[in-house]
């Protein structure tokens, strides 16, 4: 067990505090959203994330916050930076309650994760709600829903931490809710599946994928070079070297590429790089071809004498996954689209630059 | 058009840094800003709208409305 997954209440902001006038009843309220709440409506059932229409529920008077995005800055940021510096791999899923998750290989007993939860309450918060788990899927269902699974629990001063027994994790990977999981298709939900274990396949792809962090493993690197025959080879023949290669290794990477360099040496012996890095990953091969066609074209014309191309790897998160298909592979990572265009977007068609000229169908 | 949870702007008003898809994007850059005037005969509220580098590498296109942020498009 080696992920926690948090929910913080009570943050240590002190803009809110003084707002609050020194009661521990409180909810800070986003929208419809509890963003965070004082120790005392903690005590009595209210958790941040939940809907404010659920505030009623836990009785008392509660001094309703309005949420500021400057209230929780300073400390989102702090939070960052000591993950950065203490887990492994860590995500922050939500300002709401500051909820996140991080690994940390060596903690697998619960007085091996005390340091970490002693640096998270009440350094940061004076209330946690915590699951753990092999896996940041399970830690985090664990975390919120734990009590009414009975999953085995530690307290601590100002929290619970749930933990899912690694000898029962097979059971409970079957029934984690699909909503964990980041933008199923809307076809699992038409066919009525509802948990991964519903789904084919799934339950496994998920156990053996690593979790898409903010820190993540680090990029493997790849080079390939190429000396070039003058007059018997085209760039589509160096197009297709580089792309089967990059290819293979991001089949056997289980990744995306995230960042290409292509190196280009002339005849008269002069050398030009160009290099780009993308925001997400992509692993579909058409798309990683698109990425390598996108720098080539940069390069000069032919011929060349050599040419030399360098990948970087990442991990390409669950949402970017098409599930289902013919092989029940992840196969496609790509950057989703919205699909038809809107009124507004075919109107900045018509004079933004940035855009292509698409004479879609609009959708009023 | 979808919601972004947080955004941090600077005192200018502009994007500073946002969470999107459960990562924080640090802005490098505002490389754009303008106004739109959306179907006010509908109700639609005007956009003051960005378009930012961030520090990932993304090309990003933000709104703000009344109602809050919101993100127009990422480039890839």
């Known amino acids: ?364 | 058009m979808r919601a972004i949870e947080a955004v941090w702007p600077d005192r200018q008003g502009r994007p500073r840094g946002f969470r999107w898809r459960r990562r924080y994007v640090r802005v490098a850059t505002v490389l754009e800003s303008w106004r739109e005037v959306r179907a006010w005969w509908r109700g639609e509220p005007e956009l003051r709208c960005w378009r930012v580098e961030g520090e990932d590498g993304g090309i990003y296109e933000l709104a703000q409305s009344a109602d809050g942020w919101w993100m127009l498009k990422v480039y890839d």
């Open chain 1, 1 to 364: 067990m080696a992920y926690l997954a948090w929910r913080l209440g009570a943050i240590a902001e002190p803009t809110v505090l003084a707002a609050a006038g020194g009661s521990t009843d409180y909810a800070v309220v986003r929208g419809d959203t509890v963003w965070d709440v004082g120790e005392a409506l903690w005590d009595r059932g209210g958790r941040p994330g939940q809907a404010f229409a659920a505030l009623k529920w836990y009785g008392g008077e509660p001094r309703l916050l309005a949420w500021r995005a400057s209230c929780y800055q300073a400390v989102e940021e702090a939070l960052r930076v000591w993950l950065e510096d203490q887990a492994r791999r860590f995500a922050l899923e939500s300002t709401a309650g500051m909820a996140g998750w991080g690994e940390w290989p060596e903690a697998d007993t619960p007085s091996a994760w005390g340091s970490v939860l002693e640096a998270l309450v009440p350094r940061w918060a004076r209330r946690i709600q915590g699951g753990v788990a092999s896996h940041p899927l399970l830690a985090r269902w664990a975390r919120d829903e734990g009590g009414a699974h009975r999953l085995p629990h530690w307290t601590l001063a100002g929290g619970v931490i749930y933990a899912v027994p690694w000898q029962q994790e097979a059971a409970w990977w079957a029934k984690l809710p699909l909503r964990y999981v980041e933008d199923p298709p809307a076809a699992w939900r038409r066919r009525g599946w509802k948990r991964v274990g519903d789904v084919p396949g799934l339950m496994e792809q998920l156990r053996c994928l690593p979790p898409a962090g903010e820190k993540g493993e680090a990029p493997v690197r790849a080079r390939w070079d190429r000396e070039l025959v003058a007059g018997e080879e085209r760039w589509e023949g160096v197009l297709e070297y580089f792309g089967q290669r990059l290819i293979s290794l991001l089949a056997e990477r289980r990744g995306g590429v995230l960042r290409l360099a292509v190196e280009w040496q002339g005849e008269a012996g002069q050398r030009l790089r160009r290099e780009r890095r993308w925001p997400e990953a992509a692993a579909e091969p058409r798309r990683v071809k698109a990425r390598l066609v996108d720098l080539l074209q940069l390069l000069p014309p032919w011929p060349a004498a050599a040419v030399a191309v360098e990948a970087e790897v990442g991990p390409i998160a669950v949402r970017q996954m098409r599930w289902w298909g013919p092989d029940l592979r992840p196969a496609a990572a790509g950057m989703g689209t919205d699909g038809a265009l809107d009124r507004q977007e075919v109107l900045r068609g018509y004079w933004d630059p940035w855009r292509a000229v698409r004479r879609g169908k609009g959708r009023e």
